[in-house]
């Protein structure tokens, strides 16, 4: 028999949003009445704006006639999306990054959890507790379970990581915050540039909800931090910002000024390296979907993504404002879309789940499946439809715990 990456055992048993869903078909089954209303897993209800849309059916076109089919696209994304990005993302920010800077992909998921490959495996990473499952399970894949370094999230440091005692080389930060929805100011920022510079580190900077930031003294972007580019890595998302979720595009920034090095001693551009595990392990993102991401930064698709936006928003306003006239004591929601709720009592979040479920018929995410930090906490979704969302608030009034 042939053997296995016995890395692999020593993971959870299960993904998380496969776990909470697995829980949920099982509850539907036995219920089949049930009216279950999902605030778990961040997924979008709103349709893709129009302007996308009709970008995206005229890539289709485009893809059906032989003057304008293309083949295989560049593994790196199509210039025509990577410049829009660079003007809009960076440039109106004053961020000055090439083309070969930028790398398109099928999601924040895929990039964030891909990253670690390029980096050996004998690094130290930090990650925050809760956290993103994926940073610490593709870690664990790639053998580096005794390498993490978890920095606890609380109410005390506002769910922001202090700096880690020790010293460390990777560190995985996202802000606006998935699963807390707590947020980096320009100054918290500033002292993760200026450890990973002193400690020669990489930060790897997941900024997939930066859209729904509504603080205009909040950074969007952790290169609007002098020297970032220097140590840092960006990660975005068409995701959330634009309904992408099932229709995946995202990009990576990956600077060429950003250097690690051999085990010699030599310093190596970082940039190369991600581009060769591109292009030997991905062919790129369809040309109709490239075409319907490059919508996104008309003016009728920008105004069309900050209704959606808006949408979210107002959703996870009513749920925190809510929440907390019931009593919670709740935390995000004002420059994200995620509602971090403290369980009353502080109880195992997944007897809150399992309460919530069987009760109020309401989906959220157990705290504890961030990580132990998570644990009296619970996450709630901003991103399900208004009519659900009001009905899981007089829901959440009726409950008895
Ligand atoms: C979440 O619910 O945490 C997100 O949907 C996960 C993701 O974006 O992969």
């Known amino acids: 028999m042939v053997l296995i990456n016995e890395h692999y055992l020593k993971l959870k048993a299960g993904y998380l949003f496969p776990e909470i869903g697995r829980r949920v078909r099982e509850f539907q089954q036995k219920n089949p009445k049930a009216k279950i209303i999902r605030l778990g897993i961040g997924d979008v209800t709103l349709p893709l704006p129009k302007a996308v849309v009709e970008a995206f059916h005229q890539g289709v076109d485009e893809m059906g006639a032989p003057e304008t089919f293309r083949g295989y696209g560049p593994e790196q994304g199509y210039p025509f999306?990577?410049?829009t990005i660079l003007e809009h993302d960076y440039r109106a920010r004053g961020i000055s990054l090439e083309c070969d800077e930028i790398f398109i992909s099928d999601g924040s998921k895929c990039d964030t959890g891909n990253i670690q490959e390029i980096f050996g495996l004998k690094n130290k990473i930090a990650v925050s507790d809760p956290v993103y499952p994926v940073y610490v399970d593709t870690n664990i894949m790639a053998g580096r379970s005794e390498q993490l370094v978890y920095m606890p999230c609380t109410e005390e440091n506002h769910f922001v990581p202090d700096l880690p005692?020790?010293?460390v080389d990777l560190i995985y930060l996202c802000f606006p915050n998935n699963?807390?929805?707590?947020?980096?100011s320009r100054a918290m920022l500033q002292k993760w540039v200026d450890y990973a510079l002193a400690n020669e580190s990489i930060l790897l900077f997941d900024a997939a909800y930066e859209a729904f930031i509504t603080d205009p003294a909040l950074p969007h972007s952790i290169y609007e931090i002098p020297k970032a580019k220097k140590v840092a890595i960006e990660f975005r998302s068409f995701s959330k910002t634009a309904g992408f979720t099932g229709t995946r595009c995202a990009f990576t920034i990956v600077p060429k000024e950003l250097m690690g090095k051999d085990t010699q001693g030599n310093p190596v551009a970082i940039n190369p390296l991600w581009l060769r595990r591109q292009t030997t392990k991905f062919n790129g993102v369809s040309y109709p979907v490239q075409k319907a991401a490059s919508a996104c930064y008309s003016e009728a698709g920008q105004k069309q993504?900050?209704?959606l936006i808006q949408y979210y928003m107002e959703n996870a306003r009513m749920l925190r404002h809510s929440l907390e006239n019931l009593g919670y004591k709740v935390f995000g929601g004002v420059n994200a879309p995620y509602i971090w709720l403290q369980t009353p009592g502080k109880k195992d979040s997944w007897e809150f789940f399992d309460q919530l479920l069987?009760?109020?018929?309401?989906?959220?995410t157990p705290g504890s499946g961030f990580g132990s930090a998570g644990q009296g906490y619970f996450r709630l979704s901003a991103f399900g439809s208004r009519a659900n969302v009001e009905e899981a608030i007089t829901r959440f009034s009726?409950?008895?715990?």
């Open 358 to 364: 069987t009760q109020a018929h309401v989906v959220g």
């Open 81 to 83: 999306l990577a410049q």
């Open 165 to 167: 005692h020790q010293k």
């Open 398 to 401: 009726l409950l008895s715990l």
């Open 305 to 307: 993504i900050r209704e």
């Open 179 to 184: 699963p807390t929805g707590a947020v980096a």
